[in-house]
């Protein structure tokens, strides 16, 4: 079976600095990994997915992730946070079951930034 | 450019109550999906559907009923509303062969 850990609930920064959202699958086979961002009172947003080929994946608004097969991981950074990143994240693996597929969600990070 | 839409946003039932969650989408998507959102608990999968005339049991279907009659619409009924059903709904789609699902805005639901 596929899940997801995300490792931390609630993550603070000021504004300006780095952030590193992170998150675990676990898995057996190959995988499709999603980060989805969540703004209040609002639907999910797709930031990015790592598909297959670099490691590395770029997502919307100055967001990125890398793939790490060794570590089952696939966080989420940003150099430099705004006040308007402030949200929920949500890192999600594609689950392939009895010929069907559905995402998988971790339990999210709630990003604040500070000014 | 409606995508995927929720109705009704918000909605306050007794218990016992019965009501139906209507999504439907524009894009001709064959997958469609009902989360439910808990906090502390992410998006969890209550029914799926693959295409028109199939659904399928995710993973917290108890107390919740679909149907997909038309490709265009997947309904998420409650017989009979509990307490516990208090929470955020969402509907989802995606094309056959795609990896990009796309979300409702929501629909709010108290049971008290």
């Known amino acids: 079976a596929q899940s997801v850990t995300q490792l931390d609930s609630q993550v603070p920064v000021f504004e300006e600095a780095p952030v590193e959202l992170r998150c675990n699958y676990s898995?057996?086979?190959?995988?499709?990994l999603f980060w989805y961002v969540q703004y209040p009172n609002q639907g999910l947003q797709l930031l990015l997915k790592y598909l297959s080929g670099s490691t590395l994946v770029k997502g919307i608004n100055g967001f990125e992730a890398e793939f790490n097969k060794s570590q089952t991981s696939f966080h989420l950074r940003k150099p430099s946070v705004h006040i308007s990143d402030t949200a929920e994240y949500f890192c999600?693996?594609?689950?392939?079951?009895?010929?069907?597929?559905?995402?998988?969600f971790g339990k999210g990070t709630k990003l604040t930034v500070n000014p | 450019n409606a995508g995927v839409t929720q109705t009704p946003k918000f909605r306050v039932l007794k218990t016992g109550q019965s009501m139906t969650l209507l999504c439907a989408q524009d894009?001709?998507?064959?997958?469609m999906y009902w989360y439910r959102q808990d906090p502390g608990m992410g998006l969890r999968l209550i029914h799926y559907s693959v295409g028109e005339g199939t659904t399928a049991k995710g993973e917290v279907p108890d107390g919740y009923n679909v149907s997909r009659l038309k490709k265009q619409n997947f309904l998420l009924g409650l017989e009979s509303a509990a307490p516990s059903q208090t929470s955020v709904y969402f509907c989802?789609?995606?094309?056959?062969?795609?990896?990009?699902?796309?979300f409702g805005e929501g629909s709010w639901l108290t049971v008290v």
């Open positions: 989802a789609s995606r094309k056959w062969e795609t990896t990009d699902t796309y």
């Open positions: 999600a693996v594609r689950l392939t079951q009895g010929g069907s597929e559905k995402l998988v």
């Open positions: 894009m001709n998507h064959e997958y």
């Open positions: 898995s057996s086979v190959s995988v499709y």
